[in-house]
């Protein structure tokens, strides 16, 4: 029988306005989305994953204009430190999108038409409140006090008192249609965000201002040249522009629309499972599988930001730390859905415990021992009662824990389950001690070796989405082909035989995990 298609996964991540560089918030999104992207590729899906920059809109104009400037100049600029950053942490994208590119704006302007069409757009004035920061509208009854008689957005970023003739969207018609959608279970996650959602469509929907006039950075309105659209109409619809919408080109839109899964954080949720599934439905086009809003990442518990000096570069952080350990960190202290805090002592606390001390370190004595007391090579071997539990409790945990938790985005908690494998290890070899069975029982010192050969083998395939380049690493150490690597090879049980038959051996290891220092200042914080 002919092996099926794989089953299509279309993953983004949100575009990021390139208004300055990439923060750490940008760094923890890219690298989640990765992690998915990657743990998809591995179970057999055909996977497409969009990342890229937002770069129309007032925010955009401003800053340029602050740095005296034009907005495509600025956006060029920083647009390349977020593709840089992406390809330091080895994002696996396959295409970084730039709103300014011009298959954007025929996208663009081709979903306008279809909203069009449905008779959703009509020409009114717009008169209200509009935060450039997070360019959105809002309404009176949603401000809140700041100092004096300023008036903040919900987010408390500062309003502005908007008057202007607008090109409008029936968002109210959609009412009905996106209450339902809310309700489908699975479609908005974490839960805590749909109910806000569901709470904001209840109170009624006004229809929304989709088009400015008063700036001409921006996708043009077809048929009406001196508007530039919402920026937010555009930025949406930067996922279909990447499977050529409106064209049907092949593994566009018939393959991989609706997305699986968009990823956005828990500020710009709206505009995700509101907004743009109304856009969608006027256009004809279906709503995403599942949104899914994740918490913010806090520096020693405190927002980021320039006023405060806490900036930090997350390139500087993988520089210092390792890629691998900094990806690993952030999915495992993070309980994802929820906000998370960082600081240096923490990376360097969790990732010497976890990865340095107990994973790598489990690699680098079982290696070398095999290396020294079996000139690294492998034989059949017959496991005992201890031996097959063991191998039980690593394969129950790389084959069956972890796919099913970071199936459900769980992914601290899949961590979690393969490092129990990891201390499982650990544990055994001190039982075990096969340093000992050398001159005593030397045939099972080599069953106990190899014992741990097979886990290290599973429990490297398992974490690859996490620590992409380790678990590269280690599996080239272990002589595992690169076509068998995928999760469907933690069910195939003849691999060892066939490794034993093809005569590999193992080479001196090099260490995976250098265990990483606290710099003075900051231990003296800790
Ligand atoms: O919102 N922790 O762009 P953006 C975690 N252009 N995530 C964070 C974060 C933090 N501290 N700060 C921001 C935009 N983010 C729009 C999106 S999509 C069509 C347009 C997340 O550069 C934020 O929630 O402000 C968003 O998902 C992403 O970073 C980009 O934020």
Known sequence: MADLDPLPFYITTAISYPNGRPHIGHAYEAIAADVIARFQRLRGRAVRFQTGTDEHGLKMARKAEEQGRSPRDLADEMSGYFREM?????????????TSEPDHHRASQAIWQAMEASDDLYLDRYEGWYSVRDEAYYDESELVAGEGDEKLSPQGTPVEWTVEESWFFRLSKYQDYLLGLLR??????????????????EQGLRDLSVSRTSFDWGVKVPGSEAHVMYVWVDALTNYITGLGYPDDIPNGMSTFWPADLQLIG????????????????????????????????????????????????PLELSERFGVDALRYFLMREVAFGQDGSYSPEAIVLRTNAELANSFGNLAQRTLSMIVKNMDGRLEAFKPDSADDALLAIVKQACATELPRDFEALSFSTGIEAWLRAVYACNQYVDEQAPWALKKTDPERMKAVLQTLFVALRDLAIAIQPVVPQKSAALLDQLGIPADERAYAALKDHDWFGRLVASGFTVAPPTPLFPRLELPVDEAANA
């Open 86 to 98: 992406c390809d330091a942490l080895n994002v696996s994208y396959d295409r970084f999108i730039r």
């Open 266 to 313: 828990k500020d710009i949720v709206r505009f995700h499972s509101i907004y743009w599934p109304a856009f969608l439905e006027s256009a004809g086009l279906q709503a995403p599988k599942k949104v899914f809003g994740h918490g913010f990442l806090l520096n020693r518990g405190q927002k980021e930001s320039k006023s405060l000096g806490n900036v930090t570069d």
């Open 184 to 201: 489908t279970p699975g479609f908005l996650e974490p839960a805590s965000r749909r109910n806000e959602m569901i709470a904001f469509v």
